[in-house]
């Protein structure tokens, strides 16, 4: 399938270019506001990130267990609606048109909760009714309370999640696979990667900066006024990603060196107009679609289980909310720092010199040995307090080392290398697949298997009580789902160099 007329047969690079710089200088016009692009939007997911981690885990009745009901009852469901409505808008609107239709909404709704939701927050929060339930139910129904006791932080929650989900894996992965040649994709997508995770750097100081004004007011709300800064500026950077998105097909897209229009039209008028039914039965039927959506669903499951439970802990050393959100700027600098090290000196020449299936698998590798490591310690922390007094800290702190640690390279090899072979995977595709299929399975998919694990933690939270008793089911659910993620990206690895080869 004809994508674009770059020109293959440019001469080779030398390998400090090939290593460092593998990018002809008139490629430039084509991958600079692509990088700018993911930049703003990955900056917005960062910032919504850690704000609706603080609002949820610190408010008052709430916490770390609120996370596996929210992201069942609310953020599935939510998913699940925009799929369809997504679909639907995918037969009669243009590819630029559904951009602008998605985008616009989160915007909106951001700054209205600024505005307006949040500082009536108080007049909307059913607190009476809910402090009744939580006298007449069991203590394992308090994260179900939680997210009713404080529904506008759970609708903030929820609208937070989906735009990592729509933004970054749908819309940006998407329209990069539309306008990129798998040639093409081996070389930039580790460049939008690299250059686009120096907006987590900038956030992660941004958050920190708003923490650190909130000290600094006496009277009024201080969090409503570091959340007025943390809106505008996502606002802000959503203005910029649909400038952006607006420039690269008014100036890009209309140069035939980077993409054949024609071609693309032509295959626009042969697609056929199927239901979001229809679809998902296509993808049920499809072996390639199911191994993606395994892989999405993998990963969702695997993290989400690490993340409550490391989060719970956090909660109890952080039980501030400028403390909790100072660390989750610290966190997401760190982050950044390690995806962009790992981009830089790994991700493109694992792909390039090593291969797909390699690079595939690297992230449900590291995921299963950070895992093991965090739930070892989690098990047996009382008897490595000699060990722990040795470094004149506490058991608390260093689980929250532990796992910050694990979340960390788990979202490095994300960042670097999941995403990236995830979305090459999807570029040999035809229309129907690439737009429908990868809504239904970076949507509703990703959403499933963070929902699947938390279905997980809500059942053994019913049933233990609470989070630390559930800490060893947990690391065999974890054990079970990696080995069926690995088993998928074997399979897909051979489906796709067929594919690939056709």
């Known amino acids: 399938m004809k994508q674009s007329n770059l020109p293959d047969n440019q001469p080779q690079f030398g390998k400090m270019r090939s290593f460092f710089w593998p990018i002809y200088s008139y490629e430039l016009k084509k991958l600079i506001p692509m990088l700018f692009l993911f930049f703003f939007i990955l900056f917005n997911y960062t910032v919504l990130r850690d704000t609706k981690d603080t609002l949820i885990v610190t408010a008052a009745g709430s916490g770390a267990e609120a996370i596996p009901f929210l992201k069942v009852w609310g953020v599935l469901p939510a998913a699940i609606l925009f799929m369809f409505i997504y679909s639907k808008m995918s037969n009669v609107l243009s590819k630029p048109a559904l951009f602008y239709s998605t985008v616009v909404p989160f915007i909106a709704f951001f700054a209205v909760f600024a505005i307006l939701i949040y500082p009536n927050r108080e007049a909307l929060h059913p607190n009476a009714f809910c402090d009744w339930l939580q006298g007449i139910l069991p203590p394992g129904f308090k994260g179900l309370i939680a997210i009713l006791r404080n529904w506008t932080y759970s609708l903030f929650y929820i609208m937070s999640e989906l735009w990592g989900s729509v933004c970054l894996s749908l819309l940006f ?13 081996k070389r930039f997508y580790n460049l939008f990667g690299l250059g686009a995770n120096f907006s987590l750097i900038l956030a992660g100081t941004f958050i920190i900066w708003a923490s650190d004004l909130r000290r600094t007011i006496s009277s009024g709300d201080p969090w409503q006024t570091s959340l007025n800064w943390l809106m505008f500026i996502v606002v802000l950077s959503g203005i910029a990603i649909l400038a952006i998105y607006w420039w690269i097909n008014r100036y890009v897209l209309t140069d035939q060196r980077f993409y054949d229009s024609s071609e693309q039209s032509k295959m626009k008028k042969q697609k056929p107009k199927m239901s979001m039914k229809d679809s998902l039965m296509y993808l049920v039927r499809s072996k390639y679609m199911g191994c993606i959506a395994l892989l999405v669903i993998g990963y969702g499951m695997c993290i ?6 490391w989060k719970s802990q956090l909660k109890l050393q952080y039980p501030d909310p400028n403390a909790y959100s100072t660390f989750m700027g610290n966190f997401s600098r760190i982050t950044a720092i390690a995806t962009i090290l790992m981009m830089f000196f790994v991700t493109g020449n694992v792909v390039r010199k090593l291969g797909w299936k390699i690079a595939a698998l690297i992230t449900p590798v590291v995921l299963l040995i950070t895992g093991a490591a ?3 310690f989690m098990l047996f922390s009382n008897q490595l307090e000699g060990f722990v007094a040795f470094f004149g800290t506490t058991p608390l702190m260093l689980a929250v080392i532990f796992g910050m640690a694990q979340n960390i390279m788990s979202k490095s090899a994300k960042y670097s290398l999941f995403d990236p072979t995830k979305e090459m995977a999807y570029i040999p595709l035809d229309q129907e697949q690439k737009v429908k299929g990868k809504a239904a399975i970076d949507v509703v998919g990703a959403r499933l298997g963070k929902s699947g694990g938390a279905l997980i933690q809500q059942l053994l939270i019913l049933v233990l ?10 690391g065999v ?12 990206a074997i399979s897909l690895d051979k489906q796709f160099s067929k594919v690939s080869e056709s």
């Open 465 to 474: 009580g609470n989070i630390a008793a559930m800490a060893p089911y947990i």
């Open 374 to 376: 965090f739930f070892f």
């Open 304 to 309: 989400n289980l690490v993340e409550v439970t």
């Open 477 to 488: 659910f974890l054990f079970v789902i990696i080995c069926i993620w690995i088993l998928a």
């Open 173 to 185: 992965w998407g329209f990069a696979n539309d306008i990129t040649k798998v040639s093409e994709s």
